[in-house]
């Protein structure tokens, strides 16, 4: 029987995290809960992508601890993680869904495996090599091997910066589609006016700290910073 278990809320109390001597997170304390997806948004180098790859379990802190509703270890079998740029296996489009199905600890059945592709609109590419798909078509392939976990939350590191407007609405589309069956959505993006179109909350970084967070109206509507207002207004924050 598959664990129904959900990792959710997940805190973090005043996490840190460096790379050698480099600080790239500082006194983070945040509560990720179910609900409308969460974005992440701040300048380069602000530590977006560190934040969900701790989240995740990919990374440790070197101060603070990260607390899961369900435990650490199970938690984690209940999330998953799309990369801005992820590796395609050299194998067609359907075993690399079968491959996901098997690192889960799940049966990788015909059916299943046609049902996760047609989820991301790939039906017709199945026995296509992954590696020769559009970039696009290896971002949606990416996110259907994620939900191959069956995922109680699911981390997105900026999964559209490197696609082009169509290609952009069809990941969109299977985003909002994935919140709506409730999966918790957890994504870092430069897009503003994607993060006005898929946000249900946001947290800004900057510096390595947590500038604001709010709610997605009350953040694009009436920042409570000085540095969201000039985040907004495309302005430098450092």
Partial sequence: ???????????????????????ILNA????????????????????????????????????????????????RRRCAFV?????????????????ALKAAARVPEAATIERLLQAVGLGSVAERPARRLSGGEQQR????????RDPAVLFLDEPTASLDPAATKSVEDIIVRTAAAGVKIVMATHDLGQARRLAGSVVLLANGGIVEQ?????????????????????????
Avoid: C, H, W
């Fill in 83 to 99: 990369f801005q740029k992820p590796v395609m296996l050299r194998r067609s489009a359907a075993r690399n869904i079968a491959f």
């Fill in 141 to 148: 392939l990416a996110l259907a091997r994620a939900l191959a």
């Fill in 28 to 75: 983070i304390s945040l509560a990720i809960s179910a609900g409308p997806p969460t974005l992440l948004l701040g300048p380069n180098g602000s530590g977006k992508t560190t934040l969900l790859k701790l989240a995740m379990g990919l990374l440790t802190p070197v101060a603070g601890r990260i607390l899961y509703a369900s435990g650490a270890e199970i938690a």
């Fill in 1 to 23: 029987m598959r664990d129904r278990s959900n990792p959710l809320p997940i805190e973090f109390q005043d996490v840190a995290y460096a790379a050698g001597n480099t600080p």
């Fill in 214 to 238: 709010a709610a997605a109206t009350t953040f694009f509507q009436a920042p409570a910073t000085t540095m969201a207002k000039q985040f907004l207004a495309g302005e430098l924050i450092l």
